[in-house]
């Protein structure tokens, strides 16, 4: 893989800004519950397949929609809890099907992108936002840095540390590792209509991703996005730069559109074209390698 014009990820622990909110959350713990989940609420990650076979390694961070009970739903409506401000729609079941189709490991957060959002670095405004698209977040109005900390640590830190540990793993074996990290996006956003079923996203164009873009615009009738309908920059994602560029790992990062995978018939059909796709790109890696 090519130099990346990210720089190499610093320990979450030692990080200056990340310090200073943690320590000062721990002082204002004393005077607040020091606990966000209860013990009977789900773990931040599921992890599917640790010992798969396959060298391709999913993600998924916003796969989940939970919110703790102690957060009261954020002061969110259900209805707007349904929508895509608070997850990433369909994905978890699109993730959950590549792994059994392919034999492999992938890490899905559990809860939901308005409580912490695992795809941005702790200390952004957009980690925990106050206004999601049009949609107030009354929860996230107001946080102490120990509102915050207690986020970070019992999910956003276990969550990417699980990832870490299993590509550290991965590597301390000798494993060939490419990471694909799922995402999904709303047809509509803002007002503006998104044309493309599908997009690849990258920070320094691969040959993964140039692999990809040609093998998904040969597909009948599919609009396909490059580097839409986002793109990913040292400052608005967290994932890929801190798992993939960094690691100097071979990955890319897939966004579906939600209305095409938002029911299970669309999950699996999605999952079986990316199945069979990802297969295709691995050997024109590996021929092209030899």
Not at 255 to 268: C, M, N, S, T, V
């Amino acid at each position: 893989m090519g130099g990346s014009r990210f720089p190499a990820a610093i320990p979450l622990e030692v990080e200056p800004l990340y310090t200073s909110l943690i320590a000062t959350g721990q002082r204002d713990r004393m005077t607040q519950p020091t606990r966000l989940l209860e013990p009977d609420e789900p773990g931040p990650v599921r992890v599917l397949r640790p010992e798969g076979a396959s060298d391709f390694l999913f993600t998924a961070d916003h796969a989940g929609k939970l919110i703790p009970r102690r957060l009261r739903q954020l002061g969110v409506s259900d209805s707007e809890l349904q929508r895509h401000i608070a997850w990433d729609i369909g994905i978890a079941g699109v993730t959950e099907h590549l792994s059994a189709l392919l034999d492999a490991t992938a890490v899905l957060q559990t809860y939901s992108r308005l409580v912490i959002d695992c795809n941005r670095h702790p200390t952004w405004p957009s980690a925990m936002p106050v206004v999601s698209e049009y949609t107030d977040v009354p929860g996230n109005v107001g946080l102490t840095d120990a509102d915050r900390a207690l986020r970070v640590d019992e999910i956003f830190t276990p969550y990417h540390d699980r990832t870490r540990a299993l590509l550290d793993a991965r590597q301390a074996a000798g494993r060939r590792t490419i990471v694909v990290f799922m995402h999904s996006f709303t047809p509509v956003f803002k007002g503006a209509a998104r044309a493309m079923e599908v997009g690849i996203l990258f920070a320094d164009k691969t040959p993964l991703a140039s692999i990809m873009l040609d093998l998904l615009r040969a597909e009948d009738g599919l609009t396909v996005g490059e580097n839409e309908p986002y793109a990913i920059t040292a400052n608005s994602d967290y994932s890929a730069p801190t798992h993939g560029d960094a690691r100097g790992l071979t990955h890319v990062e897939v966004e579906i559109r939600q209305d095409e995978i938002a029911e299970p018939a669309g999950q699996l059909a999605w999952a079986e074209r990316f199945a069979r796709l990802l297969r295709l790109a691995d050997s024109r890696l590996k021929a092209s390698a030899a």
